[in-house]
């Protein structure tokens, strides 16, 4: 099994996903334990002291005010966790929550939380055994970290609350432990706090929705290429010369990928017959460089962020390299909630011009030649119209999720935290936007490759081909009678959202960017 070194300086995106998606094992290095001790030493020190630390002998937000005697403090940090862990509705997934831990994990050993060595060995223990705390979909304002998330993460540490096993059933987290031989933590000064006050939850979904986008982006680009073929269009608007003098590098990109599809069509090119009579193609066809490359700008900028939160300690106070421990504002999300906004608004529009071009397969007006709505016996036959409202549908939500969250904020704790940065909704809203666009693609791609077999006498470019000899041996349908099309659908869902198309295209073009 694959397994990840936790230091102290950072993660990085590939770590994040081994863990999250692929179960990864966590590991410590001698000198994030090193790091760790000393932070302790500092903290334990500070404790002794009469004078009043923030985090390590007083209370918390509105509270911290009041001196905390050294007898009450480990209640003090117990209270903390239980009281913060009041998450509400919906389960969120696996994935999400180890993500949340192993970031959580990754701050902790950077030795600037002052979070004692067993500690963090303990959240590597419970990541090592599968076990995955309950956490709920609401909670978080994206401020003074992902509190409630975290804090039902931290209370599976004490052995308290709810907890997925790896075998999926979820069951008191003591019970979990206790099978695994894994001690529940007993918090001293300053722990609790330490483990609630992290963009963990927003940032470890950012990174995952980065890597989905990736695949999704070059998905797009098979798919506008394949309507292009499927619409006798013309590649010329994908010349090099043209992306070179805007030089933008995502629709650069862009352009290259679909290209490189379209080498060796005989379907593009037939601008000048009679039988279809054009100047140019319409803006969803020759377009789809400059939208989908905006995109991936988007995304560019969005990972320089991610890259800079993954090398980050994010908590409050800090722990400094001097010994002195600092009250701090780190711990707002704004950085990582605008980009998980921009983000949405960039899937949004992604899924906008591919069902402009879906739209554009199925009208007999302009499809130029194609069957309504590619149906058999049109009329008889309904084709592939409701698949569009399908699609439009999903496009219709993509657009109310591209409203920004961060955009939003709402006053807490008495008004100490009185500007939050509500990017955890911004993630959860991104998830459900990334899943949408999966399923957008999916139809123009069930509709594209349906519309190149109906060209009888013209033979597709050869990644075309492979495209859909793969998508056909995925369960995609091709051409016929009317039948059940929810199958169909749920087929070429499955088939981008694996990264089948990808896959299928990239032997023949080479890799895609």
């Known amino acids: 099994m694959h397994t990840v070194v936790v230091g102290t300086s950072g993660t990085t995106a590939e770590d994040v996903i081994a863990v999250a998606r692929g179960n990864a094992r966590v590991e410590l290095s001698g000198e994030a334990l090193a790091a760790l001790a000393r932070a302790r030493e500092i903290v334990d020190a500070l404790a002794a002291k009469p004078e009043p630390v923030y985090g390590v002998s007083t209370g918390f937000g509105a509270l911290a005010s ?66 995955t705390p309950v956490v709920h979909e609401y909670g978080s304002l ?94 010329k608007v994908l010349q ?30 037939h601008f000048q017959e009679e039988s279809a009579p054009r100047v140019q193609d319409a803006y969803s066809v020759r377009c789809a460089p400059q939208v989908a490359g905006a995109g991936r700008d988007t995304m560019a900028h969005a990972a320089l962020v991610a890259s800079r939160e993954l090398a980050a300690a994010v908590d409050n106070p800090v722990v400094l390299p001097d010994g002195r421990v600092e009250s701090n504002g780190n711990f707002h999300g704004a950085p990582v909630a605008y980009v998980l906004d921009f983000l949405a608004i960039a899937a949004a529009d992604l899924g906008s011009i591919a069902e402009r071009r879906t739209d554009r397969l199925l009208d007999k007006n302009r499809s130029h ?9 049109a009329g008889v036959d309904s084709g592939l119209m409701i698949a569009q409202y399908t699609q439009a549908a999903l496009v219709s939500e993509m657009k109310r999720l591209a409203v920004p969250a961060s955009a939003d904020s709402i006053p807490s704790s008495a008004m100490q935290e009185d500007h939050v940065s509500m990017g ?49 041996a995925a369960g995609v349908e091709g051409p016929g009678p009317d039948r059940f099309l929810a199958p169909d659908l749920a087929a070429a869902d499955a088939f981008v959202r694996s990264g089948g198309l990808v896959a299928a295209v990239e032997p023949v073009t080479g890799p895609l960017a």
């Open 369 to 377: 030649g194609l069957p309504p709505f590619l149906a058999d016996d």
């Open 240 to 269: 090099p010369e043209l992306h070179a003098i805007r030089p933008h590098p995502g629709q650069s990109a862009s352009a290259a990928n679909m290209a490189a599809v379209l080498k060796g069509s005989g379907l593009t090119g």
């Open 66 to 131: 009041r001196h905390i005697s050294p007898e009450l403090r480990a209640q003090l940090q117990r209270n903390i966790v239980r009281s913060h862990a009041a998450g509400m509705g919906p389960r969120v997934e696996r994935e999400v929550v180890r993500a949340l831990m192993f970031l959580r994990l990754k701050t902790v050993a950077s030795g600037h939380t002052g979070v004692r060595p067993s500690v963090a060995q303990t959240m590597a223990d419970l990541l090592n055994a599968g076990i």
């Open 424 to 472: 955890w909704s911004a993630a959860r809203k991104l998830r459900t936007a990334v899943d949408n666009l999966t399923r957008i693609i999916a139809i123009e791609l069930y509709a594209a490759t349906r519309a190149i077999e109906l060209r009888h006498g013209l033979t597709a470019a050869p990644a075309s081909l492979a495209a859909i000899a793969a998508a056909r």
């Open 142 to 235: 994206g401020c003074s970290g992902d509190l409630a998330p975290l804090s039902h993460c931290a209370l599976a540490l004490m052995g308290e609350g709810d907890a997925e096993g790896p075998d999926g059933a979820v069951r008191a987290a003591g019970e979990l432990l206790a099978e695994h031989g894994i001690e529940p933590v007993e918090l001293r000064e300053k722990e609790g706090l330490a483990l609630l006050n992290g963009t963990d939850g927003m940032l470890g979904m950012l990174v995952m929705a980065l890597a989905d986008l990736d695949r999704l982006y070059k998905s797009a680009d098979i798919t506008a290429a394949l309507t292009l073929e499927a619409l006798l269009g013309t590649e």
